[in-house]
């Protein structure tokens, strides 16, 4: 099974992005082997949507669940439908953080954990009257 996770570098030694939308990098990761294929978020830079993007990126790079820091409504709807399986972490290494979800030690979330663009403007919800 690939477990995608929102990173901040390539490798699994670098700290996980607790954006998922607007995360720099994604690594595909196999927790039983731990091979890896890191990829840039081609959504990155969009202007919205980037939470949609991104799982449609991890839909089609064959994932089968998440890994990331939090989860806007639209990319949490979207995964959902996909059949991603998402859990949210505080931090840590990639390689920390796959090791704590093949050991069973990751809890499944059940939806979004912050508003609708929370990733462009320091987290505090554009669009929302703030």
Same mark, same amino acid.
């Given at each position: 099974?690939?477990?995608?996770?929102?990173?901040?570098?390539?490798?699994?030694?670098?700290?996980?992005?607790?954006? *998922?939308?607007?995360?720099?990098? *994604?690594?595909?990761?196999?927790?039983?082997?731990?091979?890896?294929?890191? *990829?840039?978020?081609?959504?990155?830079?969009?202007?919205?949507?980037?939470? !949609?993007?991104?799982?449609?990126?991890?839909?089609?790079? $064959?994932?089968?669940?998440?890994?990331? @820091?939090?989860? $806007?409504?639209?990319?949490?709807?979207?995964?959902?439908?996909?059949?991603?399986? !998402?859990?949210?972490?505080? $931090?840590?290494?990639?390689?920390?953080?796959?090791?704590? *979800?093949?050991? @069973?030690?990751?809890?499944?979330?059940?939806?979004?954990? !912050?508003?609708?663009?929370?990733?462009? @403007?320091?987290?505090?919800?554009? $669009?929302?009257?703030?």
């Amino acid at each position: 099974m690939k477990v995608a996770i929102s990173a901040t570098a390539k490798d699994l030694n670098c700290q996980i992005d607790p954006r *998922f939308g607007r995360c720099q990098y *994604f690594i595909l990761v196999d927790p039983e082997t731990m091979e890896f294929e890191a *990829f840039e978020n081609e959504g990155l830079m969009a202007s919205g949507g980037a939470g !949609v993007q991104a799982a449609q990126l991890i839909v089609q790079k $064959g994932a089968k669940a998440l890994i990331t @820091g939090n989860l $806007g409504p639209n990319a949490a709807s979207a995964l959902s439908a996909s059949g991603i399986k !998402v859990h949210l972490v505080s $931090g840590g290494t990639v390689k920390e953080v796959t090791e704590a *979800f093949k050991a @069973g030690k990751l809890q499944e979330a059940s939806g979004a954990t !912050v508003p609708p663009h929370f990733g462009m @403007g320091g987290g505090r919800g554009m $669009g929302r009257g703030r």
